[in-house]
T-cell receptor, first 113, second 117 residues
Framework: DAKTTQPTSMDCAEGRAANLPCNHS???????VYWYRQIHSQGPQYIIH???NNETNEMASLIITEDRKSSTLILPHATLRDTAVYYC??????????????FGGGTRLMVKP | NAGVTQNPKFQVLKTGQSMTLQCAQD?????MYWYRQDPGMGLRLIYY???????DKGEVPNGYNVSRLNKREFSLRLESAAPSQTSVYFC????????????????FGEGSRLTVL
C-alpha cells in the first residue's frame, strides 16, 4: 500500500471549516483513499473514502486531486466534538479491509472555541 | 445492536501470566481484526480473520494467538504476558472477507487497556 504523509497537528476555530491535507504521491491506480478518526481513547471511526471523484457524506467531504497524489478532508463546520486524530489511509479495494489498513501517525486536530 | 463489544475493558497482569481478550460483533460481518495501539502511535494489526474458520497474521503477531470461535466471536490470547505487550487493544469487524468489493469500513470496539507489570 502507498504511504501517506499528514501534518502532525492542526488547529481550527469552532464553526469554521477544517481542511486536513494528505499526501499519497505513490498511490496506485487501484488504491482508494480512506479517512478515519479517533476521538480520545475511543476506537477509530470511519469517515469517508474515495477513488478519484470527490465524495461527500453527512460527516465530511473528500477532495482528491486530479493526479490523485494528494487529498483533503473537509469538515465544513467544525465543532469541539471533532477534536480527534484523523488518519488518511490508502488501500487496494476488493481485499480484506483490515489486513491492508495501515494507520500511521495521523493529524491531531484541535478545534478551539 | 451493540456493534463490536470487547471484554475486559481494563486488565492488569504480571509478567508471565496469561489472559484472553474477548470480542463479539452483532452485525453479521465476515471479517474480524485485532489491533494494538501504543501511546502516541497509530494502530498495528496483530491478527485478522477473513471468515469463520480462518485466521492470518498481521504486522505484529508474535506473542499472541487468536481463535475465531464462530462468526460473531474472535478472541485474542496472550500465553505469557510481557511488559512490551502493555497497550490498548482494539477489535474490529467488516463486511468484506470473501473477495467481494466492499466499502472498506471497519467498525471498532471501545478498546481493552492492558498493563503488564
Amino acid at each position: 500500500d502507498a504511504k501517506t504523509t499528514q501534518p502532525t497537528s492542526m488547529d481550527c476555530a469552532e464553526g469554521r471549516a477544517a481542511n486536513l491535507p494528505c499526501n499519497h504521491s505513490t498511490i496506485s491506480g487501484n488504491e482508494y483513499v480512506y479517512w478515519y478518526r479517533q476521538i480520545h481513547s475511543q476506537g477509530p471511526q470511519y469517515i469517508i473514502h474515495g477513488l478519484k471523484n470527490n465524495e461527500t457524506n453527512e460527516m465530511a467531504s473528500l477532495i482528491i486531486t486530479e493526479d490523485r497524489k494528494s487529498s483533503t478532508l473537509i469538515l465544513p463546520h467544525a465543532t469541539l466534538r471533532d477534536t480527534a486524530v484523523y488518519y488518511c489511509i490508502v488501500r487496494v479495494a476488493g481485499v480484506n479491509a483490515g489486513n491492508m489498513l495501515t494507520f500511521g501517525g495521523g493529524t491531531r486536530l484541535m478545534v478551539k472555541p | 445492536n451493540a456493534g463490536v463489544t470487547q471484554n475486559p475493558k481494563f486488565q492488569v497482569l504480571k509478567t508471565g501470566q496469561s489472559m484472553t481478550l474477548q470480542c463479539a460483533q452483532d452485525m453479521n460481518h465476515n471479517s474480524m481484526y485485532w489491533y494494538r495501539q501504543d501511546p502516541g502511535m497509530g494502530l498495528r494489526l496483530i491478527y485478522y480473520s477473513a471468515s469463520e474458520g480462518t485466521t492470518d497474521k498481521g504486522e505484529v503477531p508474535n506473542g499472541y494467538n487468536v481463535s475465531r470461535l464462530n462468526k460473531r466471536e474472535f478472541s485474542l490470547r496472550l500465553e505469557s504476558a510481557a511488559p512490551s505487550q502493555t497497550s490498548v487493544y482494539f477489535c474490529a469487524s467488516s463486511v468484506e472477507g470473501e473477495g467481494r468489493y466492499g466499502t472498506g469500513e471497519l467498525f471498532f470496539g471501545e478498546g481493552s487497556r492492558l498493563t503488564v507489570l
